[in-house]
């Protein structure tokens, strides 16, 4: 079996998962979830200019994933300055535009846990590394 590359940006992913972990919330990277995050990465990453990035949180259980997946790129297309807050299809929903990226980093990186995290740590957390 051939092992693909690693990006920079899917390593950058992987140090935010860490520092996540070490300030003690614990992530969901059930089948359902990585699926979720794929699709809503691969089909709003695109229309971000090179120096911003988008983060956001999503709540679990995902009970309706292609229709959450959907309205939360919609969601994410027409994001504005002062972020996001809002419920979709029962899930919680976060987001944040962050500026001064590098052209390395993830143009949007997602996060699902459960209802009781803090998911405004989790975006400063994102957006602190999204911007080193």
Do not use: W, Y
């Not at 976060?94 to 803090?118: C, E, L, Q, W, Y």
């Amino acid at each position: 079996m051939e092992m693909k590359p690693i990006s920079k940006a899917e390593m950058t992913e992987a140090k935010i998962a860490e520092r996540i972990a070490a300030a003690g919330i614990r992530l969901r990277f059930d089948k359902v979830a990585v699926r979720l995050l794929d699709g809503v990465k691969a089909g709003v990453g695109q229309i971000l200019p090179i120096d911003q990035s988008i983060a956001f949180t999503v709540t679990a259980p995902i009970k309706l994933p292609a229709k959450t997946s959907a309205a939360l790129q919609e969601c994410l297309r027409q994001l504005r300055a002062e972020g996001l807050s809002a419920a979709i299809n029962g899930n919680e929903i976060r987001a944040r535009i962050v500026k001064n990226t590098s052209k390395h980093m993830p143009r949007v990186i997602g996060f699902v846990h459960n209802p009781d995290i803090n998911a405004d740590l989790l975006l400063t957390i994102a957006a602190r590394s999204l911007r080193e």
